[in-house]
């Protein structure tokens, strides 16, 4: 088999999957993350001695391929399953990425803002200046937004198909209740009459999350973080802890621990293209990512991770072909 020298950005699932089909195939591999660790949106974020979950809470499966993935990462105690229908991954949902991540050459905290295409390949530039090369293969693994700026000046075709793919942003609050708390189940049966909260998560029922404080993580619907998207991160905490406890507490709360909330601009897919990947295969680019396949699983949210790690597994499979 030829070896290539590939360069994937972003270390989310979509591309840390395509990453690890290559390496695996004996290629050459190096993966960019303008993020201080892999993860994407199964990252965590660690304040008062614990971490919160604050992406994708659950991994769960409508396709073979991926219940095998899921099955192979519990043997090896990456995941854990209280019933082999939803995955948590261990401590953490970043502890997953962490490991698909761990024999992986990655360039954390390296946003790459410029792609050169010279004779001796591609190079890739990051906001410093710095430039890293050359590799016959490049592969996006990032939200179309953050793609499509990279790939403009070197292939229409990408440009074109890439077009129709969009992203809808989700807020999220986080925060720690001093006391336990009886709440109302969080499912479309219980909240369906409000139209601001999408779900609400006790992250202390995930497995290795145990504690004696309470902690939630509370997903704001896509219409309300539209409509508030551009609001300080301190206003829509306070905004969602409200809406939480009319929607969800059944009892006041004692005033949280902490209180604080993240922003995910590109969180959901609005509208996918309807294929694994695609290739512009005259330049060597390629793009993956759940906004492929998203809303072509059983279920466009909870199955999203699914549908990132699948483009990319499946793009890793066909460029491995093609070496051979």
């Keep these: 088999m030829k070896k290539i020298n590939h360069a994937i950005i972003g270390a989310g699932l979509a591309g840390l ?20 660790g892999a993860g994407g949106r199964l990252s965590s974020r660690h304040r008062l001695n614990t971490t919160f979950d604050l992406g994708c809470q659950q991994l769960n499966a409508a396709t073979p391929e991926f219940s095998q993935a899921l099955q192979l990462w519990q043997k090896k ?18 502890g997953l990425t962490r490991q698909l991540s761990k024999h992986l050459t990655l360039h954390l905290s390296t946003r790459i803002v410029g792609l050169h295409k010279k004779a001796t390949g591609w190079w890739l530039e990051d906001e410093q200046g710095q430039q890293f090369g050359p590799y016959q293969q490049v592969t996006l693994a990032t939200p179309v937004a953050q793609a499509l700026p990279l790939i403009a ?14 992203h809808s942003p989700c807020w999220v609050a986080y925060f720690v209740l001093p006391d336990k708390l009886a709440v109302a189940r969080s499912d479309a049966a219980n909240n369906a009459h409000s139209s601001h909260l999408r779900r609400w998560t006790l992250l202390n029922t995930k497995p290795a999350q145990q504690e004696n404080v309470q ?64 290739q512009d295969l005259t330049k060597g680019l390629n793009v993956c990512g759940d ?33 051979q």
């Design 291 to 323: 906004y492929c396949l998203a809303n072509h699983l059983n279920h466009p949210l909870s199955y999203q991770a699914e549908a990132a790690w699948l483009s990319g597994d499946k793009l890793g499979q066909q460029l491995t072909k093609a070496m």
């Design 77 to 94: 105690s990456w995941v854990a399953s209280h019933d082999q229908q939803t995955f948590y991954g261990l401590p953490r949902m970043s």
């Design 17 to 36: 999957a395509c990453a690890n089909r290559l390496q695996a195939a004996g290629q050459s591999v190096e993966v960019f993350e303008k993020a201080r």
């Design 153 to 166: 000046n070197h292939s229409a075709g990408l440009n074109q198909q890439l077009a129709p793919a969009e």
């Design 215 to 278: 902690k939630w993580v509370v997903e704001a619907s896509v219409e309300w973080s539209k409509k508030h998207q551009d609001l300080t991160s301190q206003q829509v905490a306070q905004k969602l802890f409200a809406l939480w406890c009319n929607d969800a507490a059944l009892t006041i709360p004692k005033p949280p621990l902490l209180l604080e909330a993240h922003r995910w601009l590109y969180a959901f897919t609005a509208q996918s293209l309807g294929v694994a990947y695609l």
